[in-house]
């Protein structure tokens, strides 16, 4: 699947609930398949700034693609991140740093997920492309 | 005093609804609601009188000005100051206490010098004074609180030394409620020759506040804490302090005379007064501070008292609920967690059923560490709320439970 192709199966099994609860309960058990990080990578320089709740996110490149495993101590935030995962992770750098997220907009939780609250979304996609564009930049 | 019903019908937003569900605002301690006729004195400002002040010599500038002492004699009063001397407007609390730690720095405080604050301070009452104490080499020193949320007496008194220069303490503690002893703190840095700061963000909508008996050398708190508007608050000194003190913003209307050479201040309270002053929010305050005397702070300190203690008998009642700050000196803050549910998660689930409350730190990161905890849900009710949105909060806290535990 393209990233594309991602978002757009994202936004669909979203769109089956329309009760905000139904949507709560699909980020929390989203959050439950999020890729178990190795516990040596939750300190503090994989800890991501700008949360309410902690995030940690780590980055592994194999010289083509870039695999990331988080974890949170919130739940919701962490499925969050599983999102976020679903959509970056086993990619290149180059699609990582080109890629548009829209998915967000039109899940229907949007007043939730928008870089204005605390979670620290936009913090998460932040230090996503960085890494991407730091790998990037160590291939070329 | 007025029913409850006639008070929320004062309030326009507290009949909004948020998703669909009317709201419930417990977030008080963040910033309260505004009523109506502090929103109609904004307006009226705007729409019939609006001009600088201090300046024109025209009718609209005679008008605001007017306006603009008369709020300043309103918050003289409402908290029992001597003189309208004694009486600064600020952009707020921040503003108030980071000009009097910038002042009180320049004029007496030497390297070696000591600060005492306390462990349940805002930041707003830490960093000015870290600031002040990287500048002037000068030493902070921080009272201790014990496991229920007070501040441990005994070793503020051991503390005190020929040192010590200021103490700056809040009057509550914004992040678990406790009312502290400041009578006690005062009398006793005053037995030394100390001044006392008393941090009043959290203590002057809460109940009777009177200079003449606190007897505190500053202070402050924000207007838009006591149901006014946001970007204006107070800075009280006494007058021996103010004179003595030198202005902590330069420009218009607080000088004498200027001149390249030198430039002469204005006479107090203008002195510390630069540029244009938020005089809309001074009015929209006066009003506010009206509005509160209307009510009657006595009444409001009693219904309040009564919304506490329904809280606290209610919340207590949930099973893994735990509140931090059990001080029997407590003004309606209720700091609590849910065991094994992070504060955020439950944050944002009772804000989707309407519940405004606080997540987090509360600005007051000391407080949290002392507990070992990465911050805590905050209810802050205050007089405008009822027994039934604590029902909600109750109702919401079982439906974050069921989601999460």
């Not at chain 1, 929390?28 to 700008?50: C, H, Q, R, W």
């Not at chain 1, 679903?86 to 699609?95: A, G």
């Not at chain 2, 006639?6 to 326009?12: G, K, L, S, T, V």
């Not at chain 2, 030198?262 to 506010?288: C, D, Q, S, V, W």
Request: overall charge negative; hydrophobic content about 40%; glycine content about 8%.
């Amino acid at each position: 699947m393209t990233i594309s192709e991602v978002q757009d199966s994202i936004i669909e099994e979203f769109s089956l609930f329309d009760d905000w609860m139904d949507k709560y309960n699909l980020l929390i058990d989203m959050g439950k398949e999020l890729p178990v990080i190795d516990p040596k990578f939750k300190v503090k320089d994989f800890l991501i700034e700008g949360c309410q709740s902690k995030v940690w996110l780590h980055p592994d490149y194999d010289g083509k693609i870039i695999t990331f495993t988080a974890d949170s101590d919130a739940i919701i935030t962490r499925g969050i991140v599983a999102l976020l995962i679903k959509v970056f992770s086993n990619r290149t750098p180059e699609e990582i740093i080109s890629t548009d997220l829209y998915f967000i907009e039109k899940i229907g939780l949007r007043q939730n997920l928008s870089p204005t609250r605390s979670n620290g979304l936009l913090s998460m996609v932040r230090q996503m492309k960085l890494y991407a564009l730091a790998f990037n930049a160590k291939s070329n | 005093m007025k029913d409850i019903a006639e008070i929320r019908a004062d309030f326009p937003i507290l009949n909004r609804k948020v998703y669909d569900k009317p709201l419930v605002y417990f977030d008080n301690g963040a910033t309260t609601q505004k009523p109506q006729c502090v929103i109609d004195a904004v307006t009226e400002v705007y729409t019939t009188y609006n001009a600088n002040i201090h300046r024109g010599v025209h009718f609209l500038s005679d008008m605001s000005s007017e306006a603009y002492e008369n709020a300043r004699e309103k918050a003289r009063s409402f908290i029992n100051a001597g003189k309208r001397e004694e009486v600064v407007f600020t952009s707020g609390t921040t503003g108030s206490i980071n000009g009097i730690a910038f002042s009180f720095g320049e004029r007496y405080i030497k390297p070696g010098d000591e600060i005492i604050i306390s462990h349940l301070e805002h930041h707003a009452n830490i960093v000015p004074w870290q600031m002040m104490c990287e500048r002037k080499g000068a030493v902070l020193r921080v009272i201790p609180i014990n496991d229920t949320g007070e501040i441990i007496l005994e070793e503020y008194l051991k503390m005190l030394s020929s040192k010590t220069r200021l103490v700056s303490v809040t009057q509550v503690s914004n992040a678990l409620g406790t009312v502290l002893p400041v009578n006690e703190i005062i009398a006793a840095a005053h037995s030394v020759n100390v001044p006392v700061l008393i941090d009043g963000a959290q203590g002057i909508q809460h109940g009777v506040v009177n200079m003449k008996t606190m007897d505190c050398d500053f202070y402050v708190f924000s207007g838009h804490k006591i149901y006014g508007p946001t970007g204006i608050g107070i800075l009280y000194g006494k007058e021996k302090w103010l004179s003595e003190l030198p202005p902590f913003q330069g420009g218009g209307d607080m000088v004498d005379k200027v001149t390249f050479e030198k430039t002469t201040y204005n006479e107090l309270p203008f002195k510390f007064e630069a540029g244009t002053m938020n005089f809309t929010g001074a009015i929209g305050m006066a009003r506010a501070l009206d509005y509160v005397n209307s009510i009657g702070k006595e009444d409001i300190a009693v219904r309040e008292k009564e919304l506490l203690s329904y809280a606290t008998e209610k919340l207590s009642g949930i099973n893994g609920l735990k509140i931090y700050g059990n001080s029997v000196r407590k003004i309606p803050i209720i700091s609590f967690l849910l065991k094994d549910i992070h504060q955020y998660d439950a944050g944002m689930i009772l804000d989707k059923m309407g519940i405004a409350v606080r997540t987090g730190t509360h600005c007051a990161q000391p407080v949290m560490d002392r507990y070992g905890i990465d911050g805590t849900i905050r209810a802050s009710i205050c007089f405008y709320n009822t027994k039934e949105e604590i029902d909600t909060l109750v109702v919401g806290i079982e439906k974050v439970i069921s989601m999460f535990a």
